[in-house]
């Protein structure tokens, strides 16, 4: 079942690193033309021999001397370097480069260091994470389809990506924890047994005890797996409790019964929205993104979505589902589930504890009919929505969301 599978994500197209390769030649001439001691080489998921088919996005890192250009700033060295082919200035912890004709290329300026410690910025590490990656498979080159595996998995359950909106599990996450457990359906039935803050330490570096020694920082999210380039970090830490929950779940169900389908991304539409709604209220919404880079934007959504749902979970509603879909080119989805009931018109408001007397006193002024209940003051009050269509009318001309989206709109 699972060679099926492979069948369908692993890479045919043998022109893709033909071009690849032209690309790099074309940029270290550039490099070699303004006498930039640097190396252009590529990095990611094509390096690493991990991409997946009709993945078209290619990192590339420019790998500067250290000791001749550790006092420069990196990005506007590439920049001078990168002007004849008229890049996109891409603003992170490092500034990069982005260039797409049929490939979409992230150059990224990184110093050429062998010594994590050497490196001023995360992006510095991202060549010796491709190393490990290599080092480890070398003799185990199933494992590099068994990741492919594991992305392909992730993608369709919507937990791949670290992106601030996804906070999900990043490549170099997935490569960590394949390569850990050796393989991917091993892969999935540790993750089902996963506790609080489970710790993957791949090299074994803290000997059991990570979560004593690790700065407490970097071990605040729900999973630990330990650099191993660079111990002190964890990798995982973008990862969100949800996503985690969500991949349980999902492996749950393949390891129950294996489907070929669960490996099938299915594109969400209002269509398939409305068919799977059963008895309840659903409410989608079309909404239009700003410009701009896509984890800013991706973010913006994420926050329009949830001001939505916290708007219906505020006024008491039951709400079965809220999520979203954006696929990072046009509208996004925004849906919600609503139990069809409608509210009481009357709602017990509480206020203030007893103990708090100006508080009370200024309640009771405010309340017509006040009453005490569990140490605090209360009163009944008029529901200001019953039916959630007359929440969702006012929701849509909130200020706060018309700054998250260009428009948005219910259909």
């Known amino acids: 079942m699972l ?4 069948k369908g994500i692993k890479p045919t197209d043998k022109k893709l690193l033909t071009r690849i390769v032209a690309s790099l030649k074309k940029l270290q001439r550039l490099l070699d033309k303004a006498k930039v001691d640097a190396k252009a080489v590529v990095g990611g998921s094509i390096a690493k021999d991990t991409y997946l088919k009709g993945d078209h996005d290619c990192d590339v890192f420019v790998k500067f001397d250290y000791e001749k250009y550790k006092d ?17 200035l891409v603003h992170g912890s490092r500034d990069y480069y982005f260039i797409k004709n049929e490939i979409q290329y992230e150059i990224v300026p990184v110093f050429d260091i062998d010594d994590p410690k050497k490196a001023v ?10 190393k490990w990656v290599k080092d480890k498979v070398k003799n185990k080159k199933d494992l590099v389809d068994e990741i492919r595996l594991a992305k392909q998995f992730c993608k369709v359950n919507r937990v791949y990506g670290a992106e601030s909106y996804i906070k999900g599990f990043s490549g170099h996450v997935l490569d960590i924890l394949v390569i850990y457990y050796g393989g991917f359906e091993k892969f999935l039935a540790a993750v089902t047994k996963w506790k609080d803050k489970e710790v ?6 803290y000997k059991g005890l990570a979560l004593k020694q690790m700065n407490k920082s970097k071990i605040e999210g729900p999973l630990v797996v330990v650099d191993p380039v660079l111990p002190e970090r964890n990798a995982a830490a973008a990862l969100s409790t949800e996503k985690v929950n969500e991949l ?23 269509t398939e929205l409305k068919r799977q709604k059963g008895k309840d209220k659903l409410f989608i919404f079309e909404a239009t993104p700003m410009t701009g ?3 800013v934007v ?22 079965k589902e809220a999520d979203w879909y954006w696929d990072k080119k046009g509208k996004a989805l925004l849906w919600y589930k609503v139990d069809s009931k409608e509210l009481f018109p009357i709602q017990k408001w509480l206020g203030p504890p007893l103990a708090e007397k100006e508080r009370v006193e200024s309640f009771k002024k ?5 009453f005490e209940e569990n140490g605090s003051i209360c009163s009944y009050i008029k529901r200001s929505y019953v039916k959630p269509e007359q929440l969702i009318k006012d929701v849509l001309k909130d200020k706060l969301l018309l700054q998250k989206v260009k428009s948005i709109k219910i259909v």
């Open 121 to 130: 910025n995360v992006t510095d590490m991202s060549p010796l994470h491709v």
């Open 248 to 270: 349980k779940d999902a492996a749950k169900k393949y390891l129950a019964k294996p489907d070929v389908l669960m490996f099938k991304i299915k594109k969400i539409t209002k």
């Open 72 to 88: 420069k700033n990196l990005s506007k060295e590439l920049g001078k370097v990168l002007k004849p082919l008229k890049p996109e």
């Open 3 to 6: 060679k099926t599978v492979l």
């Open 366 to 370: 405010k309340y017509d009919k006040t």
């Open 298 to 319: 991706g973010a913006k959504l994420l926050k329009a979505m949830e001001l939505i749902r916290n708007q219906l979970k505020f006024h008491d509603f039951i709400l």
């Open 293 to 295: 880079k896509e984890d």
């Open 200 to 205: 993957i330490d791949p090299e074994n570096f």
